[in-house]
């Protein structure tokens, strides 16, 4: 889906507000980084993939960065493996000596494993699928989220959103999926719960289906979903930022929030001017990308 020049509200008023969103060369953290670049910050994009062409190649986070800056934001690549601890706290050296704060943290770096939507039980497929949804899912957002709480709590504000799922409440493509997710919301709750009393807030996100680089590919092999009703990756994106800008945050904090609702609240649409059905409930077997 190309996107229009403008990825949100053009209005600036992130401009001095520094955000990392992790696993942003594609899909919706690629939204979630141009929707905050939009609003004028200053967004370090990480992801495994990266390019030195010029201009680079599309699905890096170099092509993100540029994007980024083609919004009013300011967009700044990091290539980065979020199963290297190393690499995740070298990254969140680097933003605070180059910066001095950081205000936004949008963990979304997943891994998807080619069995997710296979309708194989979960024993039958690979051990292995655990351990990526898992470690570069929830354990790499525990990660980077200590890490962020110790910029924002010497600051006294910030705010982490977690990319989840209505698989965190009912069963979502696989287990180890729906296991992840709803890990992913407790944790939102219980980091929420000692942060809070710091100025800081925590959320979780729920997008709906979405139709991502990897679904506008693989649409039409994919059966039972309408995507007529699909988010495009830029609405979440518009849903942080809108979260961004929100003075009462921490009334919020702890909990999961639907996409869907906030563009109800905050008056925002996709990016072709409608609205999205919102999460989903029951996963046909296919190639379908949620979150």
């Known amino acids: 889906m190309n996107e229009p020049k403008q990825a949100g509200p053009k209005d600036q008023a992130l401009k001095g507000r520094v955000a990392i969103v992790t696993g942003a060369s594609r899909g919706i953290g690629r939204g979630c980084a141009v929707g905050l670049g939009a609003r004028g910050a200053t967004v370090y994009c990480t992801a495994r993939s990266s390019s030195a062409a010029d201009p680079p190649e599309e699905g890096t986070v170099e092509a993100v960065a540029c994007e980024i800056d083609s919004v009013g934001g300011r967009g700044i690549a990091v290539a980065c493996d979020h199963r290297d601890d190393s690499a995740v706290e070298a990254l969140f050296t680097r933003v605070r000596e180059e910066q001095g704060q950081l205000d936004f943290l949008v963990n979304n770096a997943f891994i998807i494993p080619d069995e997710l939507v296979s309708g194989k039980p979960f024993w039958e497929v690979p051990l292995s699928n655990w351990d990526d949804m898992i470690d570069v899912g929830t354990r790499s957002a525990y990660a ?15 705010l982490i959103a977690n990319i989840s799922s209505s698989g965190a409440a009912e069963y979502a493509w696989h287990v180890a999926y ?62 942080i930022a809108a979260l961004a800008t929100d003075e009462k945050i921490l009334d919020r904090t702890g909990r999961a929030l639907i996409s869907r609702d906030l563009a109800d609240e905050f008056g925002f649409t996709d990016v072709d001017g409608t609205l999205p059905d919102g999460p989903m409930h029951g996963r046909p077997s296919g190639t379908a990308d949620e979150s």
Request: net charge positive; hydrophobic share 40%.
């Open 144 to 158: 980077a989220s200590r890490l962020a709480a110790r910029v924002m709590v010497s600051q006294g504000s910030g």
């Open 178 to 239: 729906g296991v992840g997710k709803a890990a992913l919301d407790r944790m939102t709750s219980d980091t929420a719960h000692e942060l809070k009393r710091h100025g800081v807030a925590v959320v979780s996100l729920w997008p709906g289906l979405v139709l991502t680089e990897r679904n506008e590919a693989n649409r039409d092999r994919v059966k039972g979903l309408d995507f007529g009703r699909a988010e495009s990756l830029y609405f979440t994106g518009r849903a």
